[in-house]
């Protein structure tokens, strides 16, 4: 079966794209009746009233005018969208590009309850302002709302000023310094400090994968030589400890400027241990598990199907079982503050890159979709969390962090209207059959859980309901992200209290 296509000009679609194809129909008016509103500080029984894409009222009882579509959310919990702060749609990586692009990953994103994302911009011939402009038109096609974090990958004039032009110009309040990917795109101790400067100075966040490249080239290596070529030498070249080290560089590096940092795709022990460290002792310290890491284990980089085995390669690797607990753990009490994805997807096609050399498999799993399900599942369900704590750790604190609170990560009168409704009675299923990416595989293949979201509301619109995608190709909105979010607040007297603490220079008279 072939329909066209009102959403394309001259596009016919597949019967499975049909999703793709549907315009959206809901009125600019709605109301969100009886459900149990939550947000990260609280949580009542009240309708939401929405107009033209903003949240105009949030209280028991609202009544409304004939024309107003009403959604019933009675014995539901009505709570702000997921914001996944970390995503690489159509990421050029490893020679190959992530096969999700900006409108198939966001459709899958708002079927699985998440609303905004944050994208890694990747600098094109190592220019950041290239970069930029590369993936604001890659995005064009985006159906839901999205920001942007810049990767520095090398350090001259040019990157600074790029640095200084993207925070005062084009809404960028974030930079990515990768210190793994040797030969792509890791720097050095240089850059990182060079960057971390630039940040402090610009206000943005200074963010770290935290992995020492060069021993991790070396265990590569070593790997190769001992005749380990498959996915489990992936693990078994950079273990735990080597992202330890480098968490713990990118700490101190950071107190040494006196900035805030921010730790991504935190997926070990070692690399928590050194996170609460430094937050015991006061430094401004963020980290971000991502779900593969908070809910998987490594045992399926052992498989012995090479594609079943690739599919779960990621940097940092998955761990061993006591990892993903000891994240969770840390998420549940605050220790660790806001969960992401890192939704990078590759298929088989190209995950077989690597099917005589581990080296060369794309890195990244899924999650997108998955994350706002598996998190409810897996620590709502559990007791380990509580609502008001799932909406703090899948959307709140990412848009505080991120300096876009309270337009996105609240339901509150003025917030951009970005909801989801989850019924904790219904189950969902999660398997490659079904999924809205464009990936053929699925890392959680078979998970069948409980507490499902029902209905998306993306900027007030409903975008899906009823297992259904209502979705449009460009209707997506960038949304820029202020420098000197609350993480700044106060930096500047640190600063001068260490220097008044600088005892006065000795003038020593030569002999
Ligand atoms: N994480 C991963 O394996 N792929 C995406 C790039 C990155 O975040 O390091
Ligand atoms: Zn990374
Ligand atoms: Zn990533």
């Known amino acids: 079966l072939q329909i066209s296509c009102g959403m394309q000009e001259n596009r016919i679609c597949t019967a499975a794209e049909e999703w793709q194809c549907m315009d959206t129909t809901s009125s600019s008016k709605l109301l969100i009746k009886g459900g149990t509103v939550v947000n990260a500080d609280r949580q009542q029984l009240a309708d939401v009233y929405i107009e033209d894409g903003v949240i105009v009222a949030v209280q028991p009882n609202i009544q409304v005018a004939d024309e107003v579509r009403i959604l019933d959310a009675s014995g539901k919990y009505v709570m702000p969208g997921g914001i996944d702060p970390h995503t690489h749609l159509e990421m050029p990586f490893m020679g190959q590009t992530a096969i999700d692009d900006f409108f198939s990953g966001q459709a899958a994103a708002l079927a699985g309850g998440t609303t905004m994302h944050i994208d890694f911009v990747i600098p094109s011939n190592g220019s950041l302002a290239e970069g930029f402009e590369a993936y604001a038109k890659k995005a064009e096609k985006s159906c839901m709302d999205y920001a942007f974090h810049m990767a520095v990958t090398s350090w001259n004039e040019g990157v600074a000023r790029d640095m200084e032009i993207l925070v005062k110009e084009k809404g960028i309040n974030s930079f990515k310094f990768f210190m793994a990917y040797k030969g792509s795109l890791m720097v050095n101790d240089e850059v990182l400090l060079k960057g971390f400067k630039m940040c402090k100075d610009l206000g943005a966040l200074a963010q770290v994968h935290a992995e020492n490249g060069d021993a991790v080239a070396e265990g590569q290596s070593r790997m190769i030589k001992l005749g380990i070529t498959g996915p489990e030498g992936h693990a078994l070249s950079r273990p735990s400890m080597?992202?330890?080290?480098?968490?713990?560089?990118?700490?101190?590096?950071?107190?040494?400027?006196?900035?805030?940092?921010?730790?991504?795709?935190?997926?070990?022990?070692?690399?928590?241990?050194?996170?609460?460290?430094?937050?015991?002792?006061?430094?401004r310290v963020i980290?971000?598990?991502?779900?593969?890491?908070?809910?998987?284990?490594?045992?399926?980089?052992?498989?012995?199907?090479?594609?079943?085995?690739?599919?779960?390669?990621?940097?940092?690797?998955?761990?061993?079982?006591?990892?993903?607990?000891?994240?969770?753990?840390?998420?549940?009490?605050?220790?660790?503050?806001?969960?992401?994805?890192?939704?990078?997807?590759?298929?088989?096609?190209?995950?077989?890159?690597?099917?005589?050399?581990?080296?060369?498999?794309?890195?990244?799993?899924?999650?997108?979709?998955?994350?706002?399900h598996l998190i409810w599942d897996v620590m709502v369900n559990?007791?380990?969390?509580?609502?008001?704590?799932?909406?703090?750790?899948?959307?709140?604190?990412?848009?505080?962090?991120?300096?876009?609170?309270?337009?996105?990560?609240?339901?509150?009168?003025?917030?951009?209207?970005?909801?989801?409704?989850?019924?904790?009675?219904?189950?969902?299923?999660?398997?490659a059959k079904s999924h809205h990416s464009k990936m053929d595989t699925n890392v959680y293949e078979g998970w069948a859980g409980k507490g499902k979201v029902e209905v998306t509301i993306s900027r007030g619109k409903i975008v899906w309901e009823h297992d259904r995608l209502m979705i449009q190709r460009g209707s997506g909105q960038y949304i820029s992200m202020p420098p000197f979010g609350y993480l700044f607040d106060g930096i500047d007297k640190i600063d001068s209290t260490y220097l008044s603490s600088l005892k006065a220079p000795v003038y020593r008279r030569g002999i």
């Open 242 to 283: 080597l992202e330890g080290e480098a968490t713990a560089r990118a700490i101190r590096l950071a107190k040494f400027v006196n900035t805030p940092l921010y730790v991504v795709h935190v997926m070990s022990i070692d690399a928590l241990d050194e996170i609460v460290r430094a937050r015991k002792s006061g430094q």
């Open 287 to 372: 980290g971000e598990p991502v779900v593969s890491g908070l809910v998987l284990d490594d045992s399926k980089l052992w498989d012995p199907d090479f594609m079943i085995a690739a599919q779960y390669v990621m940097s940092p690797p998955i761990r061993s079982s006591g990892h993903n607990q000891a994240l969770r753990a840390a998420l549940s009490t605050g220790l660790l503050q806001l969960v992401g994805t890192d939704h990078c997807s590759f298929n088989s096609t190209q995950k077989e890159a690597g099917l005589n050399d581990f080296r060369k498999i794309p890195n990244g799993v899924n999650g997108i979709e998955e994350r706002m």
């Open 382 to 431: 559990s007791g380990q969390i509580s609502v008001m704590d799932y909406v703090r750790i899948t959307s709140t604190a990412c848009a505080q962090i991120f300096n876009i609170y309270p337009r996105k990560g609240a339901i509150l009168p003025n917030s951009d209207a970005d909801i989801i409704i989850l019924n904790p009675n219904a189950t969902f299923q999660i398997t």
